[in-house]
């Protein structure tokens, strides 16, 4: 049952605890006495708020532990009547059809491609935007089957209503006939997630979409606005200009807040030379609808943010990328008295993801100051519920997290960016090793010789300790992945230079980075 070889074995309250040094351990922490005195004579020991990445990893996690667990999910539907399955934002209408309209765009360039490494084919190609989202919404229909029976399996019961407490350990669950019942629960997990954000100007709900709507759109959205300049407008924007649409990029201020900003420069400069349309320092001040259909015709008014100037233009389609809300508002938080940041949401909790209201935890997107990624959420979602119920004590480490902006040109990442990384360590503490490279699978067909760019951001005086890692290239996250475990386990320059890379790869860039910002050498590649 446990895999522990040794005696004793120790049980409290049915939570295997461990031998004699872990249950010491867990009297030390306090974790003990909390097993002693697990309350019962609720309906569940745990009820989790949210059947999205975050959710689902700890309700799953606390069942395989032995506890009773329910898992309340509700997708309010969005103002065109957007609706979908279990699983949450990831699966339904984020990183998955997000990933996979990519791979899309990106096999329409390996077309293009083809024919310089000798594939000849004379018949006009065209892409059929139904074809693909039919096939992407058969794959996430599958995922969300798939999600339903591994609850059902570990025995956690599925309710598809929404959640909202009315006591400080009893919620009502409201389904879609507008049914109540009440379930009381020991412990609670907020994982609500964000949905995106509308502009609060006339025409926003009635004629914009947002990401919940695009990746099952029953048509082809036509010539497409993106308003924002997040990863999900630049993602958005990217691929369907890679599926041939005409498409403009509304930015308020600067690309991809948050984000390094010169590699978030190059990833837009990229999009810009590959027929995307950007259009500085202008917000929307009104959509009208000029001709019904599907898509129809909207007019765009749009203002300076610099000056008195006004534009207007036609477009089918108006996709809203700026910025996400937590839901948090509307599911009785105020009455239990869990504190929130009041400006955003975002609900306040601890280093073992607990809310101010003890028997109250939160993960995922919905928590203050924490990344806002499906991975991020699963790994704290398994390891809260560890901590509650199996008697362990490891958190959630929110430090050197990869990612990766799945822009037409992929843009990786790991650690710091260099306005943050100078903000800490200041620039005389820094060295910065970068250059410009040329994927030799761009070579034969002719692409963009100097635009791949990677960066290595290293602390001088922490033993060049690699604390910022930058890849602008083809499959940036499958090599990002790799070297952000290399950080985990607290990556030198020197070992990166003294790793053999694999040869011809982009990864192996990193093995060879000579160049420092700072002796200002030139980077750009003049041959193989």
Not at 147 to 173: P, Q
Request: proline share 3%; hydrophobic share 35%; net charge neutral.
């Amino acid at each position: 049952m446990t895999n522990q070889q040794t005696v004793p074995s120790v049980f409290v309250n049915k939570v295997h605890v461990g031998g004699y040094d872990r249950t010491f351990q867990a009297h030390q922490s306090g974790l003990l006495k909390k097993l002693l005195q697990e309350e019962t004579g609720y309906d569940y020991d745990l009820i989790v708020l949210g059947g999205g990445s975050g959710g689902l990893a700890c309700s799953q996690e606390a069942a395989i532990l032995g506890k009773k667990v329910m898992v309340l999910d509700f997708v309010v539907p969005t103002p065109h009547g957007t609706s979908w399955g279990l699983g949450g934002t990831c699966v339904n209408v984020g990183c998955i059809p997000k990933k996979l309209m990519h791979q899309a765009a990106l096999l329409g360039q390996a077309l293009i491609d083809s024919r310089k490494y000798g594939w000849e084919y004379s018949k006009q190609v065209k892409h059929n935007w139904e074809t693909m989202t039919e096939a992407i919404q058969n794959h996430i229909s599958s995922l969300n089957w798939s999600y339903r029976l591994s609850l059902r399996e570990k025995s956690v019961t599925y309710v598809n209503a929404y959640g909202e407490f009315v006591e400080s350990h009893k919620i009502k669950a409201i389904n879609r006939k507008r049914q109540e019942t009440f379930y009381t629960a020991a412990k609670f997990v907020i994982a609500t997630g964000e949905r995106p954000r509308y502009l609060g100007i006339p025409g926003d709900k009635e004629y914009c979409i947002t990401s919940d709507d695009l990746f099952s759109l029953p048509y082809c959205p036509g010539k497409t606005l993106v308003v924002g300049a997040s990863y999900v407008a630049l993602e958005c924007a990217g691929f369907l200009a890679g599926l041939g649409l005409d498409v403009t990029v509304m930015v308020r201020s600067i690309l991809l807040r948050g984000f390094d900003q010169e590699m978030a420069e190059k990833v837009g400069s990229y999009m810009e030379q590959h027929g995307v349309k950007f259009l500085r320092r202008f917000i929307p001040v009104s959509i009208h609808q000029v001709e019904k259909g599907s898509p129809g015709k909207l007019k765009v008014v749009a203002k300076s943010t610099e000056g008195p100037d006004m534009i207007e233009e036609i477009y089918n389609t108006v996709l809203l990328a700026i910025g996400r809300d937590s839901c948090t508002r509307k599911i009785g938080l105020e009455k239990i008295g869990v504190k929130m940041n009041e400006k955003n949401g975002k609900i306040l909790v601890n280093d073992v993801e607990q809310t101010s209201v003890a028997h109250v935890y939160a993960v995922g997107d919905v928590l203050e100051g924490k990344l806002e990624l499906t991975p991020v959420a699963i790994q704290a979602g398994k390891l809260l519920a560890r901590r509650l119920f199996g008697g362990h004590l490891e958190k959630c480490d929110y430090i050197n997290v990869p990612t990766t902006v799945f822009t037409p040109l992929e843009y990786g990442c790991c650690g710091l960016s260099e306005e943050k990384a100078i903000e800490m360590y200041k620039k005389e503490n820094l060295e910065v090793y970068h250059t410009l490279f040329w994927p030799l699978e761009w070579t034969v067909a002719g692409r963009d010789n100097n635009t791949c760019y990677v960066k290595v951001i290293c602390n001088k005086f922490d033993n060049d300790r690699v604390i910022g890692f930058h890849l602008l290239g083809p499959n940036a996250g499958e090599i990002t992945q790799g070297f952000a475990a290399a950080m985990k386990c607290g990556l030198t320059k020197q070992q990166l230079d003294s790793t053999i890379g694999i040869h011809p790869t982009c990864g192996e860039i990193f093995t060879t980075l000579e160049i420092t910002k700072a002796s200002g050498l030139e980077i750009t590649q003049k041959g193989c």
